[in-house]
């Protein structure tokens, strides 16, 4: 059976790639390193994250494993992805993706509390009695 080659890509193929140069830069990793972890070119690795071609599964394999991260946390939810591998709805945009993978690269429970903290606190959340909450619940 031939295979059927198309020229479109998908709004799935765009937001994987969103994902993986979201976690790259996350990481502070450069596209060229990124390319030679995974076997291609810079210029291949452009085309995956704006979308311009899908990614296949070995590659995304790949680039899972160069950036420390499941292949899963880089498909999108719809009705072809189970619910379970679908990132929060309420990330909206690359600013508040690209600051869920920095958190969770720090291992520090201290520091990550602080980060809450802070974010609560810049955000105008009612830090006090977020605080008085966690502590009835230990």
């Not at 450069?30 to 972890?37: E, V």
């Not at 452009?46 to 680039?63: F, Q």
């Not at 709805?89 to 993978?101: C, F, K, M, P, T």
Request: hydrophobic share 45%; net charge positive; with cysteine.
């Amino acid at each position: 059976m031939a295979r059927l080659k198309s020229n479109k890509t998908s709004a799935t193929d765009h937001d994987i790639g969103r994902r993986i140069r979201a976690r790259r830069r996350a990481l502070g990793m450069k596209r060229s390193r990124l390319a030679a972890a995974i076997g291609v070119t810079s210029a291949r690795v452009r085309k995956y994250e704006n979308g311009d071609c899908g990614i296949p599964a070995s590659a995304l394999l790949r680039v899972g494993a160069a950036l420390g991260a499941a292949p899963a946390q880089f498909l999108q939810g719809d009705e072809e992805t189970p619910a379970c591998l679908a990132p929060p709805s309420a990330i909206v945009d690359l600013d508040a993706e690209e600051l869920l993978w920095v958190f969770a690269a720090i291992k520090s429970k201290e520091r990550r509390r602080a980060i809450v903290d802070f974010v609560s606190f810049m955000g105008d959340s009612d830090l006090a009695a977020r605080q008085e909450r966690r502590a009835r619940s230990q």
